[in-house]
Each structure stands twice: as structure tokens, then as C-alpha cells.
Nanobody, 120 residues
Framework: QVQLVESGGGLVQAGGSLRLSCAAS????????MGWFRQAPGKQREPVAT???????TYVDSVKGRFTISRDNAKNTVYLQMNSLKPEDTAVYYC??????????????WGQGTQVTVSS
């Protein structure tokens, strides 16, 4: 099992910045992809950014150039630096870990979520 604990959400004005953190604990394989998803009221949860254990990243088009995902493997922590925030970024942000054990067993874990609210 892997436990994910997010922090860093809050209320910020449009144009501002926030940095989210997600600390992973438990039985973590070195073969994993960590990511951030978000869910706005009345909408489906969507992927925002992912980063592999090797450092490869992906971003949804709406955040490219504004958000940066990074990780510290020694601390089992992933970060999401969010700049130039817009009201449409308002959502609950969830940390996700997609972990592969022994090259074959795949498991997926979620954090409890952290609220990000961007005021106009």
C-alpha cells in the first residue's frame, strides 16, 4: 500500500502562484509515475501533469507554460508549481501514484485532495 498526502492548496488571486506537494509513504516501487489530477465542481476528474520515475513529464494543454511538475525521489515527494493561475484552475487537486511492482503488478493510489481556489 502507498499513502499519499497532499499539501499547499489554498485561495489565491488570479495571476498568483501556489505550490502543491505530495508526500508518498509505504511500499513504493522505483517503477512509478506520479501525477496531479483535478476535479472542478460538476466536472470529471482530469489529468493535469505526470512525471515518471525517470523524469519524463506530460501536461494537459491548458496548463502548459504555467505549471511545472517535479519530484524528489529521495523524499518520495512530487510537486506542482502553479504560476499565472486563472479562475478556471479552481478545483480539488489530487495526487496520484501509478506503481508497478516486480515489472508486472500494477497498482494505483490516490491522495485525499487539496482545494485550490483562484479568485478573479
Amino acid at each position: 500500500q502507498v499513502q499519499l498526502v497532499e499539501s499547499g492548496g489554498g485561495l489565491v488571486q488570479a495571476g498568483g502562484s501556489l505550490r502543491l506537494s505530495c508526500a508518498a509513504s509505504g511500499t513504493m516501487s522505483t517503477d512509478n509515475v506520479m501525477g496531479w489530477f483535478r476535479q472542478a465542481p460538476g466536472k470529471q476528474r482530469e489529468p493535469v501533469a505526470t512525471i515518471s520515475s525517470g523524469g519524463s513529464t506530460t501536461y494537459v494543454d491548458s496548463v502548459k507554460g504555467r505549471f511545472t511538475i517535479s519530484r524528489d525521489n529521495a523524499k518520495n515527494t512530487v510537486y506542482l508549481q502553479m504560476n499565472s493561475l486563472k479562475p478556471e484552475d479552481t478545483a480539488v487537486y489530487y495526487c496520484n501514484a501509478d506503481v508497478t511492482y516486480h515489472g508486472t503488478i500494477r497498482a494505483n493510489f490516490w491522495g485525499q485532495g487539496t482545494q485550490v481556489t483562484v479568485s478573479s
